[in-house]
Nanobody
Framework: QVQLVESGGGSVQAGGSLKLSCVAS????????MGWFRQGPGKEREFVSS???????MYAESVKGRFTISQDNAKNTLNLQMNSLKSEDTAVYYC????????????????WGQGTQVTVSS
């Protein structure tokens, strides 16, 4: 059974930094990438960043230049270094893992963590 467990959330002042980590337990068959999403108060869940199995990152425009995603495959860990935090970054951050569908035609987010709260005060 696959479990994703996030850690590293907390409260920080604007301009500060936090590093989120996500540890995956269990074997993720057909994994094609991992990512971070967030859901702010009263908002829809939104994409933050992702990384494929080759290590290629993608970022939402709102976090480009401030956030860095990385992965340690040996430790089954996904990280998100968040710098220059803004109040609008306040949200619950979720880790997710993508797998190929049964036909191998599409790569979809299947596994999700429970989330970790990040609060940025101005």
């Amino acid at each position: 059974q696959v479990q994703l467990v996030e850690s590293g959330g907390g409260s920080v002042q604007a301009g500060g930094s936090l590093k989120l980590s996500c540890v995956a337990s269990g074997s993720i068959r057909g994994k094609c990438g991992m990512g971070w999403f967030r859901q702010g108060p009263g908002k829809e869940r939104e994409f933050v960043s992702s990384i494929d199995t080759y290590g290629n990152p993608m970022y939402a425009e709102s976090v480009k230049g401030r956030f860095t995603i990385s992965q340690d495959n040996a430790k089954n860990t996904l990280n998100l270094q968040m710098n220059s935090l803004k109040s609008e970054d306040t949200a619950v951050y979720y880790c997710a893992a993508k797998t190929w569908d049964s036909n191998g035609g599409s790569c979809q987010y299947v596994y999700w963590g429970q989330g970790t709260q990040v609060t940025v005060s101005s």
